[in-house]
């Protein structure tokens, strides 16, 4: 009988089977929806059953209730080939980088992360010793962020490595902060420096590809040490939410940059129903992101704005509060929220409005 046949076979005993029916589309590729469309799409007809899921999709992570405090829980998927590539990743990075991407969802609510779940599937070509620095990455991270590693599942796979990390953490329900919550005039802030992580990726793809070319050539690569660190080592900003705590204030809405300060920041208007106007000049970028980006001919403000992985926080907070973080020198104000029906704008250096789309740019008539 061919697969097929089974499936016509067992379908009856499918509960609910039209559930998706209805839905099919003409165009059944995933990539006509793309990742947010296809997360949208998948999750548009769940209904919260119980109370203390205080909130479930569509945010950096759940929020649950249970008890004085709530908790916050994230997950993430990193795959072989898709998110890491194992020629220029070493696994002690990867652990490591896998544990503080999912600390970042946390910090990006105002919570703590706390505990660590860790499922991994592995392919033969995996040695002890490999798994074993995978870990040291992992452990490293936990203990540098105060995390437990609680639990996870270990499984085989046919092809390569996929890692699936989940991230718990707790945080004070009146403080927790959504990607929702921005107002009309709100300061828009970033933490830190943005696209650095995006070039040390392209630095290691030129690499990669110099390798295949020439395995006998050694790299140098002590000239961008900075951006190798961004992309391979990347931190998670525990230190802005200690601040915010120590200033007594709560952002009126938050989220990791992980897709590129563009996306991440249509994610907060989209949410929070809002436009925004941010100031090119305002966008901080570090020197060696600037330089390498000449050596690549890319634009050091496309690279921030579209390169992603920085994991940095954006925020907004109320004008009151600016006193509160004018004087951070890890935090950089870039432009205010606007009104709904205005659209999501980019100002030039020479007062050119740019509409902000979330991979490239279109200008816009001023
Ligand atoms: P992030 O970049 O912060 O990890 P994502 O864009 O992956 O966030 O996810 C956005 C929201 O969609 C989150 O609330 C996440 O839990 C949810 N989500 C993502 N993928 C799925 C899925 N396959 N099923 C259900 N919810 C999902
Ligand atoms: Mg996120």
């Not at 793309?34 to 109370?51: V, Y």
């Not at 959504?178 to 030129?206: F, M, P, S």
């Not at 050539?217 to 939410?241: F, G, M, T, V, W």
């Not at 992101?289 to 992603?308: D, W, Y």
């Amino acid at each position: 009988m061919k697969p097929k046949n089974i499936l016509i076979f067992v379908g009856k005993y499918l509960i609910n089977n039209n559930y998706m029916q209805d839905t099919v589309q003409n165009n059944d590729e995933i990539s006509s929806l793309g990742e947010f469309g296809l997360i949208r799409h998948l999750t548009r007809n769940i209904k919260i059953k119980n109370t203390s899921t205080l909130a479930g999709v569509g945010d950096d992570a759940a929020i649950l209730d249970y008890g004085e405090k709530v908790i916050l829980v994230t997950t993430d998927l990193l795959t072989e080939g898709i998110h890491f590539n194992l020629i220029y990743t070493p696994l002690k990075h990867l652990g490591y980088k896998a544990a503080v991407v999912s600390f970042a969802d946390i910090f990006a609510m105002n919570g703590i992360p706390r505990q660590l779940l860790l499922s991994l599937a592995v392919s033969k070509k995996y040695k002890i010793s490999m798994l074993e620095a995978l870990y040291e990455g992992l452990l490293l991270a936990c203990d540098k962020y105060g995390v437990d590693l609680a639990g996870g599942d270990t499984s085989s796979s046919l092809t390569g490595m996929t890692l699936s990390v989940t991230a718990l953490g707790e945080s004070e329900r009146n403080k927790t902060v959504l990607r929702k919550g921005a107002k009309k005039n709100d300061l828009i802030c970033v933490t830190g420096d943005l696209g650095a992580a995006y070039l040390g990726l392209q630095v290691l793809e030129r690499e990669r590809r110099l390798y295949h070319d020439h395995p006998d050539l050694q790299p140098d690569l002590s000239n961008y040490s900075y951006l190798l660190k961004r992309q391979l080592k990347p931190e998670a900003r525990a230190d802005i939410i200690r601040l915010f705590r120590e200033a007594d204030f709560v952002p009126t809405s938050m989220i990791d940059v992980s897709d590129g300060l563009a996306s991440d920041l249509l994610h907060i208007c989209n949410a929070s129903g809002a436009g925004c106007k941010i100031y090119a000049d305002k966008i901080p970028i570090h020197p060696a992101t600037i330089e390498a980006a000449g050596e690549f001919n890319i634009e050091p403000l496309i690279a921030a704005l579209n390169g992603g992985e920085d994991y940095e926080l954006l925020f907004t907070i109320s004008p009151g509060n600016y006193d509160k973080i004018k004087t951070q020198p890890e935090i950089a104000v870039i432009g205010h929220i606007t009104d709904k029906d205005e659209k999501p704008l980019l100002i030039t250096p020479n007062n050119t409005s740019i509409e902000l789309k979330a991979q490239g740019w279109n200008a816009t008539e001023n």
